[in-house]
């Protein structure tokens, strides 16, 4: 795998999972929480998705086909997940529960932080189309893994300046940021729904 292939993967893969925009999201998602807890939800998210793009890459499509799961069905479960999760920060159901319920009740480090939004439909596409390029130059597919824990440790030191941006934005602009980004997430995740239907009727002909 050459140098310029390698840099457009990594600028692939940096442009869909997005860490400078995933850190405002990990901020209103974990709102609240203490240093400590963020830290350990940032870790465990970026190692589990992870691990799951890692899967994807190795496995590619068969992974979903042995599921009987086809892409467009898995971008159109994704969107209405993610849906969900739009609709808490938009309405701040996620803080009146955290009042309820214990701490270790409310870890978003699977969902939605883990998948859909690291590991979410885009980036698994991504990382079956890269290693499906690389055929079986397993040199190759170790660079984009390389590559892909490049972008991963990114995602990881955007969550970790969590609590810096948290303190630069204040209570009032966390919440703003929360509202505005979950109207951002439901418009994602609608597009996300669209995608898949939009596949399935290319797929039907």
């Known amino acids: 795998m050459d140098q310029a292939a390698t840099i457009t993967a990594f600028i692939t893969l940096f442009v869909i999972i997005d860490p400078i925009g995933l850190a405002p999201l990990f901020v209103a998602l974990t ?109 190759a597919v170790g660079t984009i893994m390389l590559v892909l824990l490049a972008v991963l440790l990114l995602v990881m030191l955007f969550f970790l300046s969590a609590n810096l941006l948290e303190r630069v934005l204040g209570d009032t602009g966390t919440n703003v940021v929360s509202r505005l980004l979950g109207m951002l997430l439901a418009a994602l995740s609608v597009q996300f729904v669209i995608d898949g239907i939009t596949a399935i009727n290319w797929l039907g002909g």
């Open 31 to 139: 709102k609240g929480e203490d240093a400590a807890r963020r830290r350990g939800i940032a870790i465990r998210a970026t190692l589990i998705a992870g691990g799951l793009l890692v899967l994807f890459g190795l496995f590619g499509e068969a992974v979903l086909g042995f599921a009987g799961i086809s892409m467009p069905a898995f971008r159109i479960a994704g969107g209405v997940l993610l849906f969900l999760t739009a609709l808490d920060m938009l309405f701040e159901r996620r803080t009146k529960r955290r009042k309820g319920q214990a701490s270790s009740d409310n870890d978003p480090s699977v969902f939605p932080l883990a998948t859909p939004l690291i590991a979410g439909p885009g980036s698994i596409a991504t990382i079956i189309l890269l290693t499906g390029q690389a055929g079986n130059d397993w040199a």
